[in-house]
């Protein structure tokens, strides 16, 4: 959805709030495609801070079906998105300016998809966890260490003894 900036681009003082609803339905980039399960419409707040140029503020809440970094059971994940940017008319634009993160204007027109993508990206939390204390799963067999223990022997020696075990192993009696 697009929404025009026109007029606060170009009316000095003026401020117009708005509320954009999100056609967005899923979520989609490296770290996979994760669907929207709840979504609030984007609430917007345009004003213009001088010559060709609006400060946009807003905020959103989205919830998206994510996995557990650790044991990879599902888990919903909320972000709640508070968003402060500046932007520029076409027109007020130079050479350098308009390679920048820009890509979400169209002309005087706002990308709102493109927007809320951007800031997803930025908002993303670096690790999903099911809860803190988790234990992920086991390395040999597979088993939700979160669920039951599986008893298998997930001792790693230290690489650095390995000298030492072969000494022990060379003078070992048959």
């Known amino acids: 959805m697009l929404v025009n900036l026109s007029d606060v681009l170009t009316s000095e ?4 709030t ?8 899923s979520f ?6 994760f669907s929207i399960t709840e979504k609030s419409p984007v609430a ?3 004003t213009n801070i001088g010559m060709d140029k609006a ?22 994940t909320t972000l709640m998105i508070q968003f402060d940017r500046i932007v520029a008319s076409p027109d007020a634009l130079t050479e350098d ?11 005087y027109q706002l990308n709102v998809e493109t927007f809320v993508y951007n ?4 908002n993303w939390p670096a690790k999903i966890l099911c809860q803190e204390e988790c234990k992920g799963v086991c390395p040999v067999c597979g ?14 020696p230290d690489p650095r003894m390995a000298a030492i075990k072969d000494i022990f192993n060379a003078n070992k009696e048959v």
């Open 97 to 107: 300016e308009e390679d920048d993160d820009l890509n979400f204007m169209e002309g």
């Open 55 to 76: 400060k946009i503020e807003g905020r959103l809440e989205l919830t998206f079906d994510t996995r557990c970094d650790r044991c990879l059971t599902e888990v919903p």
């Open 143 to 156: 088993q939700n260490l979160n669920r039951k223990e599986c008893g298998c022997d997930t001792f790693v």
């Open 119 to 122: 800031e997803i990206l930025v």
């Open 13 to 16: 003082g003026k401020v117009e």
């Open 28 to 33: 989609k980039s490296r770290m996979g495609d």
């Open 44 to 46: 917007f707040t345009f």
């Open 18 to 25: 708005t509320t954009v609803p999100l056609e967005m339905i």
